[in-house]
Protein backbone atom coordinates (compact mmCIF):
# COMPACT_ATOMS: atom_id res chain seq x y z
CA UNK A 1 0.00 0.00 0.00
CA UNK A 2 1.48 3.29 -0.86
CA UNK A 3 1.57 5.49 2.28
CA UNK A 4 3.20 8.59 4.39
CA UNK A 5 4.62 8.50 7.61
CA UNK A 6 5.66 11.66 9.76
CA UNK A 7 6.83 10.07 12.79
CA UNK A 8 6.64 13.10 15.02
CA UNK A 9 3.39 14.63 15.92
CA UNK A 10 5.16 17.98 17.18
CA UNK A 11 8.89 19.47 16.35
CA UNK A 12 9.85 22.46 19.06
CA UNK A 13 12.15 24.87 18.03
CA UNK A 14 13.59 27.89 19.22
CA UNK A 15 13.22 31.23 16.85
CA UNK A 16 16.00 31.82 14.68
CA UNK A 17 17.50 27.85 15.24
CA UNK A 18 17.37 25.58 12.04
CA UNK A 19 13.80 22.98 11.67
CA UNK A 20 13.43 19.88 10.32
CA UNK A 21 10.11 18.30 9.89
CA UNK A 22 10.55 14.43 9.10
CA UNK A 23 8.90 12.30 6.19
CA UNK A 24 9.17 9.03 5.01
CA UNK A 25 6.96 7.33 2.12
CA UNK A 26 6.28 4.35 0.84
CA UNK A 27 5.33 4.07 -3.03
CA UNK A 28 5.42 2.02 -6.08
CA UNK A 29 7.30 3.81 -9.29
CA UNK A 30 8.64 7.03 -8.83
CA UNK A 31 7.50 9.35 -6.05
CA UNK A 32 5.76 12.74 -6.99
CA UNK A 33 5.96 14.03 -2.95
CA UNK A 34 4.48 17.70 -1.44
CA UNK A 35 4.92 19.41 1.58
CA UNK A 36 1.70 22.01 2.43
CA UNK A 37 0.83 23.70 5.47
CA UNK A 38 -2.17 24.39 7.41
CA UNK A 39 -2.80 27.54 9.75
CA UNK A 40 -6.13 27.97 12.56
CA UNK A 41 -9.34 27.44 10.50
CA UNK A 42 -7.32 27.96 7.02
CA UNK A 43 -7.22 25.63 4.33
CA UNK A 44 -3.91 24.06 3.43
CA UNK A 45 -0.98 26.00 1.55
CA UNK A 46 1.37 24.42 -0.90
CA UNK A 47 5.08 24.95 0.13
CA UNK A 48 6.82 22.94 -2.01
CA UNK A 49 7.06 19.66 -4.19
CA UNK A 50 9.41 17.26 -5.74
CA UNK A 51 8.81 15.50 -9.12
CA UNK A 52 12.25 14.98 -10.59
CA UNK A 53 15.51 16.45 -10.42
CA UNK A 54 17.87 18.14 -7.96
CA UNK A 55 17.53 16.32 -4.46
CA UNK A 56 17.04 19.62 -2.99
CA UNK A 57 13.85 21.81 -4.03
CA UNK A 58 13.34 24.91 -2.65
CA UNK A 59 10.08 25.90 -2.02
CA UNK A 60 7.51 29.08 -0.44
CA UNK A 61 8.19 30.95 2.86
CA UNK A 62 12.27 30.02 2.88
CA UNK A 63 11.02 26.00 2.89
CA UNK A 64 13.26 23.45 1.53
CA UNK A 65 12.99 19.76 1.47
CA UNK A 66 15.66 16.85 0.65
CA UNK A 67 14.42 14.17 -1.25
CA UNK A 68 16.67 10.69 -0.36
CA UNK A 69 16.00 7.69 -2.65
CA UNK A 70 18.03 5.57 -0.54
CA UNK A 71 16.19 6.27 2.63
CA UNK A 72 12.85 7.23 1.11
CA UNK A 73 12.22 9.94 2.76
CA UNK A 74 11.55 13.51 2.36
CA UNK A 75 12.50 16.20 5.14
CA UNK A 76 10.90 19.58 5.30
CA UNK A 77 13.76 22.31 6.37
CA UNK A 78 14.43 25.51 7.20
CA UNK A 79 17.83 27.22 8.01
CA UNK A 80 16.31 29.75 10.70
CA UNK A 81 12.46 29.13 12.72
CA UNK A 82 10.33 32.20 12.12
CA UNK A 83 7.61 32.15 15.35
CA UNK A 84 4.93 32.56 12.26
CA UNK A 85 6.24 29.75 10.75
CA UNK A 86 4.40 27.87 14.11
CA UNK A 87 1.74 25.70 11.97
CA UNK A 88 0.50 21.85 10.79
CA UNK A 89 2.59 20.81 8.77
CA UNK A 90 1.69 18.00 6.08
CA UNK A 91 3.53 15.39 3.74
CA UNK A 92 1.73 13.88 1.02
CA UNK A 93 2.55 11.92 -2.21
CA UNK A 94 0.58 11.24 -5.18
CA UNK A 95 -1.00 8.38 -6.50
CA UNK A 96 -2.16 7.77 -10.29
CA UNK A 97 -3.41 10.79 -11.42
CA UNK A 98 -5.88 11.75 -9.61
CA UNK A 99 -5.18 11.65 -5.31
CA UNK A 100 -2.73 12.29 -2.66
CA UNK A 101 -2.19 10.92 0.15
CA UNK A 102 -1.29 12.62 3.23
CA UNK A 103 0.71 12.33 6.47
CA UNK A 104 -1.03 12.49 9.79
CA UNK A 105 0.80 16.36 9.97
CA UNK A 106 3.37 17.21 12.38
CA UNK A 107 2.67 20.44 14.47
CA UNK A 108 5.74 22.86 14.63
CA UNK A 109 5.87 25.28 17.96
CA UNK A 110 8.30 27.63 17.11
CA UNK A 111 9.36 29.77 20.52
CA UNK A 112 10.60 33.02 21.14
CA UNK B 1 -4.78 33.11 -0.42
CA UNK B 2 -5.91 30.59 -3.60
CA UNK B 3 -9.03 31.76 -5.29
CA UNK B 4 -10.55 28.64 -4.48
CA UNK B 5 -13.64 29.52 -2.06
CA UNK B 6 -15.91 27.49 -0.65
CA UNK B 7 -19.72 27.41 1.25
CA UNK B 8 -20.52 27.35 3.66
CA UNK B 9 -18.11 27.87 6.54
CA UNK B 10 -19.75 25.84 8.80
CA UNK B 11 -22.33 23.72 8.95
CA UNK B 12 -24.46 21.97 12.19
CA UNK B 13 -26.34 18.87 10.57
CA UNK B 14 -28.46 16.02 12.57
CA UNK B 15 -27.67 12.08 12.02
CA UNK B 16 -30.07 11.05 8.75
CA UNK B 17 -29.77 14.20 7.49
CA UNK B 18 -28.57 15.08 4.00
CA UNK B 19 -26.23 18.18 3.09
CA UNK B 20 -24.77 19.62 0.31
CA UNK B 21 -21.30 21.57 0.36
CA UNK B 22 -19.79 24.35 -3.00
CA UNK B 23 -16.83 24.99 -4.10
CA UNK B 24 -15.74 27.41 -6.28
CA UNK B 25 -12.63 26.70 -8.26
CA UNK B 26 -9.63 28.63 -9.03
CA UNK B 27 -10.00 30.95 -11.96
CA UNK B 28 -8.91 28.58 -14.99
CA UNK B 29 -8.77 25.48 -13.26
CA UNK B 30 -11.06 22.59 -14.42
CA UNK B 31 -10.28 19.89 -11.63
CA UNK B 32 -11.68 19.89 -8.35
CA UNK B 33 -11.10 17.36 -5.89
CA UNK B 34 -12.70 16.94 -2.69
CA UNK B 35 -11.01 15.80 0.99
CA UNK B 36 -12.13 15.27 3.90
CA UNK B 37 -10.39 15.81 7.23
CA UNK B 38 -10.79 14.69 10.55
CA UNK B 39 -9.90 16.19 13.94
CA UNK B 40 -6.49 15.35 14.31
CA UNK B 41 -5.72 13.63 11.18
CA UNK B 42 -4.32 14.69 7.60
CA UNK B 43 -7.02 15.07 4.70
CA UNK B 44 -8.39 11.66 3.16
CA UNK B 45 -9.18 12.34 -0.59
CA UNK B 46 -12.90 11.64 -1.52
CA UNK B 47 -13.34 12.20 -4.85
CA UNK B 48 -12.02 14.17 -7.90
CA UNK B 49 -13.93 15.91 -11.05
CA UNK B 50 -12.10 16.65 -14.21
CA UNK B 51 -14.36 18.12 -16.55
CA UNK B 52 -17.51 17.74 -14.85
CA UNK B 53 -16.64 13.74 -15.03
CA UNK B 54 -15.59 11.53 -11.86
CA UNK B 55 -12.06 10.98 -12.62
CA UNK B 56 -11.85 9.70 -9.33
CA UNK B 57 -12.71 7.58 -5.96
CA UNK B 58 -11.37 7.27 -2.22
CA UNK B 59 -12.50 4.65 -0.28
CA UNK B 60 -15.46 6.21 0.51
CA UNK B 61 -19.37 4.70 0.48
CA UNK B 62 -21.96 5.86 -2.06
CA UNK B 63 -23.67 8.28 0.17
CA UNK B 64 -20.92 10.66 -0.61
CA UNK B 65 -21.66 11.81 -4.52
CA UNK B 66 -20.46 15.29 -6.28
CA UNK B 67 -21.44 17.33 -9.30
CA UNK B 68 -19.07 19.44 -11.52
CA UNK B 69 -20.57 21.77 -13.38
CA UNK B 70 -20.02 23.58 -16.91
CA UNK B 71 -17.95 26.46 -14.80
CA UNK B 72 -16.12 23.57 -13.02
CA UNK B 73 -17.99 24.96 -9.53
CA UNK B 74 -18.02 21.68 -7.58
CA UNK B 75 -20.78 20.36 -4.67
CA UNK B 76 -20.28 17.52 -2.34
CA UNK B 77 -23.45 16.08 -1.17
CA UNK B 78 -23.50 13.44 1.96
CA UNK B 79 -26.48 11.54 2.68
CA UNK B 80 -27.63 9.64 5.79
CA UNK B 81 -24.66 11.60 7.72
CA UNK B 82 -23.27 9.43 10.39
CA UNK B 83 -21.54 11.19 13.76
CA UNK B 84 -18.27 10.08 12.32
CA UNK B 85 -18.78 12.34 8.93
CA UNK B 86 -17.66 15.32 11.34
CA UNK B 87 -14.70 16.92 9.92
CA UNK B 88 -13.84 19.53 7.98
CA UNK B 89 -13.94 18.69 4.40
CA UNK B 90 -11.64 20.56 1.98
CA UNK B 91 -11.88 21.41 -1.85
CA UNK B 92 -8.55 21.69 -4.07
CA UNK B 93 -8.53 22.78 -7.68
CA UNK B 94 -6.02 22.64 -10.31
CA UNK B 95 -6.06 22.67 -14.22
CA UNK B 96 -5.56 19.33 -16.02
CA UNK B 97 -5.65 15.52 -15.04
CA UNK B 98 -2.70 15.48 -14.19
CA UNK B 99 -1.90 18.51 -12.21
CA UNK B 100 1.43 18.67 -9.91
CA UNK B 101 -0.42 21.29 -7.40
CA UNK B 102 -3.71 21.29 -5.92
CA UNK B 103 -4.86 24.75 -4.61
CA UNK B 104 -6.93 24.10 -1.83
CA UNK B 105 -9.67 26.02 -0.41
CA UNK B 106 -10.48 26.95 3.58
CA UNK B 107 -12.53 24.20 4.17
CA UNK B 108 -16.41 23.58 5.29
CA UNK B 109 -16.34 23.09 9.14
CA UNK B 110 -19.13 19.89 9.38
CA UNK B 111 -20.46 18.91 12.53
CA UNK B 112 -23.13 16.33 12.86
CA UNK B 113 -24.94 16.06 15.98
Not at chain 1, 29 to 36: A, D, R
Not at chain 2, 64 to 83: D, K
Not at chain 2, 95 to 108: A, D, L, M, N, V
Amino acid sequence: AQSVAQPEDQVNVAEGNPLTVKCTYSVSGNPYLFWYVQYPNRGLQFLLKYITGDNLVKGSYGFEAEFNKSQTSFHLKKPSALVSDSALYFCAVRVGTDKLIFGTGTRLQVFP
Amino acid sequence: ETGVTQSPTHLIKTRGQQVTLRCSSQSGHNTVSWYQQALGQGPQFIFQYYREEENGRGNFPPRFSGLQFPNYSSELNVNALELDDSALYLCASSFGQTSYEQYFGPGTRLTVT
